[in-house]
């Protein structure tokens, strides 16, 4: 069983800064990519930020130069760094991972249960 669980949403006023985390634990056997989607009310998920087990980057254009992904290989985690924040940032912000678990031996998406972001003054 593979579980991402996500912590450090929360309220912050615009121009604030926050930090994601996201750990994946379980019959883990290797991991390809990991990253973060958000889902604002009444819209659809879209890609934030996502990044491979090499440390290639990937960033969606409205959070590019404002959110830095990294990963750690060793503990199986990825962060986000979300800095000027701004009110359209607010989403439920949910962890992915691209990985191969022993019990599949084939690569798969996995997803987190999400963490909400608010981004109000």
């Known amino acids: 069983q593979v579980q991402l669980v996500e912590s450090g949403g929360g309220l912050v006023q615009p121009g604030g800064s926050l930090r994601l985390s996201c750990a994946a634990s379980?019959?883990?056997?290797?991991?390809?990519?990991m990253g973060w989607y958000r889902q604002a009310p009444g819209k659809q998920r879209e890609l934030v930020a996502t990044?491979?087990?090499?440390?290639?980057?990937n960033y969606a254009g409205s959070v590019k130069g404002r959110f830095t992904i990294s990963i750690d290989n060793v503990k199986k985690t990825v962060d986000l760094q979300m800095n000027s924040l701004k009110p359209e940032d607010t989403a439920a912000y949910y962890c992915?991972?691209?990985?191969?678990?022993?019990?599949?031996?084939?690569?798969?998406?996995?997803w987190g249960k999400g963490t909400l972001v608010t981004v109000s003054s």
């Open positions: 992915n991972a691209h990985l191969m678990s022993t019990a599949t031996m084939t690569y798969m998406d996995y």
């Open positions: 990044i491979t087990s090499g440390g290639s980057t």
């Open positions: 379980g019959a883990i056997f290797s991991i390809n990519a």
